[in-house]
């Protein structure tokens, strides 16, 4: 039983990290259609970003902060200068595009920081918290307390601000929000400094626990991936409960089935929802079919 | 003798009955149009008969064989063909390959000859481009044989879909809105094109706007309004068939003058 | 009925075969030294994986992101069987690629239903289900360290990777033939339907053609390309690391493809030849690698849509009268 309790915290603090991958996947493609495949590199941005800046002699809250704002002008420049000028495009140009800008940012993180792992120190210290036999890292709390804050505020953005309808009535049906006078290009730029900003707060986040390093990004986009279309792609309550959900998976497959093949897991996961659960769990858009 | 029946047909997209409850019969050889007004499910009703929908209940037959579910290309091996009212050209292969992919059923196609281009497969895709370049000749478009087709004028392409589809040896055509978008000449010329493939002795379903197209053509019009069967008859008798005429002057106002205007 | 007459630069496959033979057979005389030879080798090899996956992306539309994963596993495959097994090179190249086929066509039958956004996550994923077994698998892989592999023999002739002058002949060989039979592909009623699927799934389907099938062969055909380059490789390089079954890989054969002009398969040669040559040449490219190829991904797609080669041939055409 304690074995369990272990190796579920470890799944609910990395599955709230996918989770908030996925919600970046679903704010972004909510705009705009379009997958975003450098969303994990969001969270690599992060997460180096803040070590290299704390190294550097800056206080944690600052690099934090710092971090998390070169995400998001990260994020808007990725908008800018490769996602508005190829409008229309088809859809394996928009998939080349973000592959390009994917590949391009881990290569970047490669040569501003370096090829190291990295980690950040614990927020509240490393005294583990005893619960059931098993033990919780604080760090972990902060994880999903963050990810949870993250919610929250998304929740009251989407249905309390003008803006954030705006984005719910774009996401709904572009023509008709442009109609309403909607500037459709200025939600597609916020979506990409929201999903940027959620990406580095999570990459902050985790990174004292997990680590980080250049070449972070892809495997978090794959989990946040499968984390998004196991909630239902478009559903922002699927990508919390998938992303959940694709932590515990995976955590347990490491546990109890093979710690070498945890990241098969989520590609697993993937192929599974994509032939037999299209719409996901909360019924997001249907998986494209021939 | 009846080469397509279409019985008790119903599709549903979500809460919205696109198809309630339709049955016709289309008799071979005949010329066969479904006319209604926008929405009324004409092109659903295409896709239901060419397998790109599943229908939610119903049948349909085609040559007294049952192919509800069954997938396109296998219902195009039947002789079951279409065009599309909105243009599906393959815009970056030239106007003979459009119409030789048409022809793919009835040539050789093995992966291992393809690639090392056996004297088989020279010989039969030769047959195949002669037999395109005639269709392209019988639908009047011999000078756009090399052009790609993403550089053809709008009208030509209307033609290169009927072309493609004939080049499938279709028993039964199926042609959404031929006309829509042509000129008066343009418009002229596919109703001929049309005739002449009834000629052929290949039956034809039409669905059309162009009132005057579809009144001197059809031997049998089907009258569709929110997905159900409004009238059917010969032209003469739709035209005085007051359900008819109260859906179209009723629903479309000045729109609905085509019914009895003449062409131009 | 006869046939308009072609212009020589525009059939390919007379004209074209011809100029790539030609310049392939003058090409050792420009090669002054060891060095270059190597490079050219490389070239082309990495052409040979990147005129099939280019029948992938850019004929047929359907892009895959795990595409090293199939050049990975010819290689292993080679590795294993003629170094570890002892099986002769011939064999275990066409054992690899044999199994590498049956591996696509049992992925790609449920994967290839998928489209768009989703084929190309689903493609990421099996690679890295891959590479990680490939990197997991100690005893048989040697793991992330790597492994030694035989060199390559032909019919009792053995062919040191330094033998350059030997190498640079197979390959020149089988680039023609690479080149060849793609080109037989793309002009047959197979390639047809593939380039219409691409243009319009909806109209090919009720045209009589099996979509999914022809997704799937063209998924094994390029499989095998990428899977037969990777075991020329691994011997010519007589050492393997998980390297080349990484997604960095993939993405260097799909910037290949895109660079080089999708849809043209003498592209997909000078695509190769710029990624490959580039490193030689620029001391500081291993560094600035991924930056470069994503840099000329996001170009290319902005400014460059048809690629180098069909771009360069526009413009020549354009001048002529």
């Given at each position: 039983m304690a074995e369990f309790l272990q190796f579920f915290f470890s799944g609910i603090t990395v599955g709230a990290v996918y989770a908030m991958v996925a919600l970046g996947f679903t704010i972004i493609y909510n705009a705009s259609e379009v997958i975003n495949f450098a969303q994990g590199e969001f969270v690599m941005i992060g997460g180096m970003t803040s070590v290299f800046l704390l190294s550097a002699g800056l206080p944690l809250p600052l690099a934090i902060a710092l971090a998390v704002a070169i995400a998001v002008a990260v994020g808007i420049a990725l908008n800018v200068l490769a996602i508005e000028p190829a409008r229309g495009a088809s859809v394996v140009t928009l998939i080349i595009i973000t592959i390009g800008a994917s590949i391009l940012l881990r290569g970047l993180a490669q040569i501003v920081f370096d090829r190291q792992f990295h980690t950040l120190p614990a927020f509240s210290g490393e005294t583990p918290i005893t619960i059931g036999g098993a033990a919780l890292q604080p760090q972990a709390l902060w994880v999903l307390g963050g990810a949870l804050v993250v919610v929250l505020a998304l929740g009251w953005f989407f249905t309390r601000t003008l803006m954030g309808k705006a984005m719910r009535a774009t996401a709904h049906n572009r023509l008709a929000a442009q109609l309403a006078g909607i500037n459709v290009r200025f939600v597609l730029m916020l979506s990409f400094a929201l999903s940027a900003a959620i990406g580095a707060v999570a990459g902050v986040l985790v990174t004292p626990i997990t680590l980080t390093s250049y070449d972070a990004g892809a495997m978090l986009a794959l989990k946040g991936f499968a984390a998004a279309i196991l909630g239902g792609m478009g559903s922002a309550a699927g990508a919390v409960a998938g992303g959940l959900l694709v932590g515990i998976a995976e955590a347990m497959g490491a546990g109890y089935i093979s710690s070498d093949y945890k990241d098969a897991v989520a590609f697993v996961i993937i192929l599974l929802v994509l032939f037999f659960l299209p719409r996901g769990l909360f019924g997001g858009k249907s998986v494209e079919r021939v | 003798m009846t080469i397509l029946a279409v019985e008790d047909l119903c599709k549903d997209f979500g809460g919205v009955h696109a198809i309630q409850g339709l049955s016709f019969q289309v008799r071979a050889g005949s010329i066969h149009s479904i006319i209604g007004p926008n929405g009324a499910g004409k092109t659903t009703l295409f896709n239901l008969i060419t397998g790109l929908y599943a229908p939610s209940r119903g049948r349909i037959a085609f040559l007294d064989e049952p192919i509800a579910g069954q997938p396109p290309h296998r219902l195009a091996g039947m002789g079951l063909l279409r065009t599309f009212q909105n243009l599906q050209v393959f815009d970056t292969m030239t106007a003979t390959e459009n119409v030789m992919v048409g022809r793919h059923l009835h040539i050789l196609r093995g992966l291992v000859p393809s690639l090392l281009r056996l004297p088989g497969i020279v010989r039969s895709d030769r047959d195949a481009r002669e037999r395109s370049l005639q269709l392209l000749d019988f639908v009047g478009l011999s000078a756009y044989a090399d052009m790609p087709a993403g550089a053809m004028p709008y009208g030509a392409l209307k033609r290169l879909e009927i072309a493609r589809a004939l080049a499938g040896e279709p028993k039964l055509l199926l042609l959404d809105e031929p006309a829509a978008g042509c000129n008066a000449t343009e418009t002229k010329e596919i109703d001929t094109l049309i005739q002449r493939v009834a000629a052929a002795g290949i039956t034809v379903v039409l669905v059309e706007h162009d009132m005057s197209l579809v009144m001197g053509i059809s031997d049998h019009i089907l009258v569709l309004d929110y997905g159900r069967k409004l009238a059917e008859g010969t032209a003469a008798q739709i035209r005085a068939n007051p359900a008819v005429i109260e859906a179209y002057l009723g629903t479309e106002g000045a729109d609905a003058v085509p019914l009895a205007a003449d062409a131009g | 009925m006869p046939l308009p007459p072609r212009r020589w630069l525009d059939d390919p496959r007379r004209g074209g075969l011809a100029a790539l033979a030609l310049i392939l057979a003058m090409l050792p005389l420009v090669l002054s030294n060891r060095f270059h030879f190597d490079v050219a080798i490389h070239v082309g090899l990495a052409a040979i994986a990147v005129i099939g996956l280019n029948l992938l992306i850019g004929y047929a539309g359907q892009i895959s992101l795990g595409h090293a994963g199939f050049f990975g596993l010819g290689a292993y495959g080679?590795?294993?069987?003629?170094?570890?097994?002892?099986?002769?090179?011939?064999?275990?190249?066409?054992?690899?690629?044999?199994?590498?086929?049956?591996?696509?066509?049992?992925?790609?039958?449920?994967?290839?239903?998928?489209?768009?956004?989703?084929?190309?996550?689903?493609?990421?994923?099996?690679?890295?289900?891959?590479f990680m077994v490939i990197t997991n698998e100690r005893a048989i892989t040697g793991g992330p360290d790597g492994m030694s592999v035989p060199g390559l023999s032909l019919f009792g002739y053995a062919l040191g990777s330094r033998d350059k002058g030997a190498w640079y002949a197979l390959v020149a060989v089988l680039l023609l033939v690479a080149v060849w039979l793609a080109l037989n592909l793309i002009d047959s009623p197979v390639g047809r339907a593939l380039r219409a699927l691409h243009a319009s799934e909806v109209a090919a389907t009720v045209g009589g053609v099996d979509v999914a099938q022809h997704k799937l062969i063209v998924f094994v055909v390029s499989a095998v390309y990428a899977s037969v380059a990777g075991s020329l490789s691994a011997h010519y390089g007589g050492f393997i690391t998980p390297d080349a079954v990484g997604?960095?890989?993939?993405?260097?054969?799909?910037?290949?493809?895109?660079?080089?002009?999708?849809?043209?398969?003498?592209?997909?040669?000078?695509?190769?030849?710029?990624?490959?040559?580039?490193?030689?040449?620029?001391?500081?490219?291993?560094?600035?690698?991924?930056?470069?190829?994503?840099?000329?991904?996001?170009?290319?797609?902005?400014?460059?849509?048809?690629?180098?080669?069909?771009?360069?041939?526009d413009l020549v055409r354009a001048r002529r009268p």
């Open positions: - | - | 080679s590795a294993v069987l003629s170094g570890t097994h002892g099986w002769p090179p011939l064999l275990a190249l066409l054992a690899s690629a044999l199994a590498v086929a049956t591996l696509a066509f049992l992925v790609g039958r449920p994967i290839l239903r998928l489209r768009g956004h989703y084929l190309a996550m689903a493609t990421l994923g099996m690679g890295l289900l891959i997604f960095l890989h993939s993405i260097e054969l799909v910037t290949m493809v895109v660079l080089g002009g999708m849809a043209s398969t003498y592209g997909a040669i000078v695509g190769a030849a710029v990624l490959v040559a580039l490193p030689q040449f620029l001391t500081a490219f291993h560094d600035y690698e991924p930056v470069l190829l994503g840099a000329i991904l996001i170009a290319c797609m902005i400014f460059l849509r048809r690629g180098l080669l069909p771009g360069v041939l």
